[in-house]
């Protein structure tokens, strides 16, 4: 089985300060993981993925998540927040062994000026 | 900006209404999904394809149904709404044969309202 939990609900920054999402995972193989963003009244884009390679991975929007496996986490990070940046951010897990992707319940990020 | 596109991008209707969702890509993607998404909840699968003439139900029992008649056209269609079908459906297309391991790219989703 595999799941995915989101620690934060909602995370608020103010502009120019470091950003930090918290993401664990469940997986009986070795996962492969995703963060996705989500913009208001937009699709999901992804903004990183983990596929067994090297365990810190660089995103988009300097955007760069580290996966833990001892920790069974993959948290996103962004060292200085934009206000473009408020969105709704999904972490996901999938594996070869299923044929689907395991979404979590989302994190808010609010960046205030 | 992935190529995939759906529309209506916002529809309201009454209860007992036929209703169609339109889901395109242009990749030539053979995988596609549809999702269902309440606000500030996850992203629930309801069905998806493997290609031409495949369809499978997703986790999230839905009384829609799709097809895939063509690799980039993936409609979803529901005969009669009701209020509990207003929700956010999103459309999504991944190249590969392993989903576990894919990259889905989205479209920007259709917002439904059953009055």
């Known amino acids: 089985a595999q799941s995915v939990t989101q620690l934060d609900s909602h995370v608020s920054v103010s502009e120019g300060t470091p950003v930090l999402l918290r993401c664990n995972y469940s997986s009986s193989y070795s996962p492969s993981l995703f963060w996705y963003v989500q913009h208001p009244n937009k699709g999901l884009q992804l903004l990183l993925k983990y596929t067994s390679a090297a365990t810190l991975v660089k995103g988009i929007n300097g955007f760069e998540a580290e996966f833990k496996k001892s920790e069974t986490s993959f948290h996103l990070t962004k060292p200085s927040a934009h206000m473009s940046d408020a969105a709704e951010y999904f972490c996901v897990v999938g594996n070869t062994g299923f044929q689907k992707l395991v979404f979590g319940t989302g994190t808010r990020l609010l960046v205030s000026p | 900006e992935a190529d995939i596109y759906q529309t209506p991008r916002y529809l309201v209707i009454g209860t007992g209404k036929k209703i169609t969702l339109e889901c395109s890509q242009t990749?030539?993607?053979?995988?596609m999904y549809w999702y269902q998404q309440d606000p500030g909840m996850e992203l629930h699968l309801i069905h998806y394809?493997?290609?031409?003439?495949?369809?499978e139900k997703g986790d999230l029992s839905s009384e829609s149904t799709v097809s895939r008649i063509r690799t980039e056209h993936f409609p979803l269609t529901l005969e009669s709404a009701r209020p509990s079908h207003t929700s956010q459906y999103l459309c999504?297309?991944?190249?590969?044969?392993?989903?576990?391991?894919?990259?889905?790219?989205f479209g920007p989703g259709t917002r439904l309202t059953v009055l």
């Open positions: 394809s493997y290609g031409v003439n495949s369809t």
């Open positions: 999504a297309s991944s190249e590969g044969w392993t989903s576990g391991t894919d990259t889905q790219y």
């Open positions: 990749m030539g993607h053979d995988k």
